[in-house]
């Protein structure tokens, strides 16, 4: 019984970051820290251990997952600003038609997912499947619906993204396995997103066309737009490096020169910074614009994400705190004699913080705090567990959900519309998500 009294004190604590961040509209940033002292005080915790532990926690997660979460939001930039994101999504569009136009944007969806934060992908992919929806009279939500199932799957599942390489890394997952087994959840959760959901919609006609600015406001013709091979190489560089890295190690001893070499360039950190370095030249002075217009993308990106850095942040002190006050160890215990499988269980924990804290990046950090104890109660790998919490982090959102708001304002949905489209492809994208994975435990 003593072992639920500190998964009490966390429960109490979500249930006052709901009330803090939905009823009395606190910034997520403040009600995060706030929940965290909670935590510490309920617990006993000493203050200089306090002290510490949000000094630790703050400082590693912008250290690391911050880090990560500029550097993709300024690829991301490079990218649209000269064009390039258009033309990846002609090209694959173009080659499609109409026939397969969904499952085009799935693809087109899953890889800037990778490749960009996703509120920045949001605002790039939406002005052009609007366009697409008007030259080709469908549904403007049928193809809604599959470009955001994949783009918010691959977000959640896939590194260099914040909230995988921060599960990753706190439960010391290989990145290239993450990359291998990560697909295998992805495809069939957004086939069944954005393929099947929208079959068993049958009024998305009667939702009206949005008014909002497309690709075809901005002139591209002065910049010298990189071939589609390349500007859909560079977002992937950092899924090719860490890739690589996994396969050789797996052929070659850790002691080869080359296995040592790829470790280093296949590290999150390192092989987006690589890419970034890449579309400053091909996204910037390839594509004639100077070092100071593309430096001025980046600055752009920086200043649209700055906020989300900052929750994040406080994210990271919320999970060092529950670290550091022993409750992910408490946890561990008490579900010991609980008939419940642990991958479940990792699912059912980061939705929960999900749904309190509205954030994607923030659910999965914290989560990974207070599941990396099974690891060593259940016999588990930590690539399966760490894609259950990930596949969790992407389950249905709350009005105090960011992408919540952004779904409803952009399209002028009501409420009832909001969750019954962005709602339940969320859902099914999370909810077949760890299905894949339990399915996965059959084999590994």
């Known amino acids: 019984m003593e072992h639920w009294i500190p998964v009490l004190w966390v429960g109490l604590a979500i249930v006052l970051l709901l009330f803090l961040t939905i009823k009395v509209k606190l910034h997520s940033f403040l009600a ?34 911050g880090l990560i979460v500029i550097l993709g939001a300024a690829l991301g930039q490079l990218m649209t600003d000269c064009g390039a994101s258009k033309k990846v999504a002609d090209v694959i569009l173009k080659t499609c038609g109409t026939k397969y136009l969904k499952w085009g944007l799935l693809f087109i969806g899953s890889v800037f997912g990778t490749a960009m934060f996703f509120e920045v992908g949001f605002i790039i992919m939406m002005p052009l499947v609007i366009g697409i929806a008007k ?59 954005g393929i099947i ?20 406001e901005t002139d591209y013709s002065k910049f010298k737009t990189p071939s589609f091979a390349v500007s859909l190489l560079i977002p992937l560089l950092p899924a090719i490096l860490m890739i690589s890295h996994t396969l050789v190690a797996a052929v070659l001893p ?51 994400i700055a906020v989300v850095v900052l929750i994040i942040g406080a994210g990271g002190v919320f999970k060092e705190i529950i670290i550091s006050a022993g409750v992910g160890q408490h946890i561990a215990e008490a579900v010991k004699g609980v008939d419940i499988n642990p991958l479940i269980l990792a699912w059912i924990i980061t939705a929960i913080i999900r749904w309190a804290t509205g954030q994607g990046a923030v659910s999965a950090i914290t989560a990974a705090g207070l599941v990396s104890p099974l690891l060593g109660v ?22 105090n959900d960011a992408a919540f708001w952004l779904m409803k304002e952009t ?24 299905i894949v994975v339990l399915i996965l435990t059959l084999f590994i």
Not at 136 to 156: E, F, G, N, R, T
Not at 411 to 434: D, R, Y
């Open 32 to 65: 995060l820290l706030i929940v965290g002292l909670l935590v510490a005080f309920l617990e006993g915790m000493p203050l200089e251990s306090l002290v510490s532990a949000i000094s630790k926690g703050a400082g590693n997660t912008l250290a690391g997952v």
């Open 197 to 216: 959901l929208p079959r068993f919609l049958d009024d998305l006609n009667v939702y009206k066309m949005p008014t909002i600015g497309g690709f075809e």
């Open 254 to 304: 850790k002691e080869h020169m080359l296995v040592y070499v790829l470790n280093f360039l296949g590290s999150p950190i390192i092989s987006l910074f690589l890419s970034v370095l890449v579309a400053l030249y091909v996204f910037g002075v390839r594509a004639g614009r100077t070092i100071a217009e593309a430096s001025d993308s980046i600055s752009k990106a920086i200043k649209g």
């Open 411 to 434: 399209f002028n949905l009501s409420m009832a519309q909001t969750f019954k489209t962005w709602g339940l492809l969320e859902l099914i994208n999370s909810v077949v998500g760890l």
């Open 378 to 399: 259940y016999d588990i790998d930590p690539v399966l567990l760490m894609l259950a919490c990930a596949a969790g982090s992407n389950t249905i959102t709350m009005p």
């Open 135 to 193: 030259e080709a009279k469908i549904p403007y939500m049928a193809l809604v619906i599959p470009s955001l199932a994949a783009l918010a799957q691959a977000h959640s599942l896939l590194p260099p993204q914040p909230g995988p390489v921060a599960l990753m890394t706190t439960l010391g997952a290989d990145s290239g396995l993450v990359y291998l087994f990560g697909l295998v959840v992805l495809i069939p959760s957004i086939i069944a997103a």
